[in-house]
């Protein structure tokens, strides 16, 4: 499985909408598993995004049609970003030779 970061900024309607913000986050859980996928953990913060999560998802193609599908609720946008463990990172690193 691959790794992902998700960035995700409140929508003028996600802000509307923050007191739901917990059960939409469990209702998301529950997408990313029915698509094959996990998210580890989802975290709130403080700066200039409104929330973190770190997700797996079997591709890069599975991971874009989640976050497609959670934008088109219309409560958040997102950057995704791809991450790599240490030994991935290794891999990487030696088809550099």
Same mark, same amino acid.
């Given at each position: @499985?691959?790794?992902? *970061?998700?960035?995700? %900024?409140?929508?003028?309607?996600?802000?509307? %909408?923050?007191? =739901?913000? *917990?059960?939409?986050?469990?209702?998301?859980?529950?997408? *990313?598993?029915? @698509?094959?996928?996990?998210?580890? #953990?989802?975290?709130? /913060?403080?700066?200039?995004? =409104?929330? *973190? +999560?770190? +997700?797996?998802? #079997? =591709?890069?193609?599975t991971a874009t049609a989640f976050t497609l599908k959670l934008a088109a609720l219309g409560n958040v946008r997102t950057t995704t970003m791809r991450a790599?463990? #240490? #030994?991935? @990172? /290794?891999?990487?690193? /030696?088809?550099?030779?």
């Amino acid at each position: @499985m691959a790794t992902y *970061v998700t960035l995700y %900024n409140f929508t003028d309607q996600g802000v509307r %909408n923050y007191a =739901d913000t *917990v059960q939409r986050a469990e209702a998301a859980t529950a997408a *990313v598993a029915k @698509m094959g996928g996990k998210l580890r #953990s989802i975290h709130w /913060t403080i700066g200039p995004y =409104d929330l *973190v +999560s770190i +997700s797996e998802f #079997s =591709d890069d193609e599975t991971a874009t049609a989640f976050t497609l599908k959670l934008a088109a609720l219309g409560n958040v946008r997102t950057t995704t970003m791809r991450a790599f463990d #240490s #030994s991935e @990172m /290794t891999k990487i690193i /030696t088809k550099t030779r």
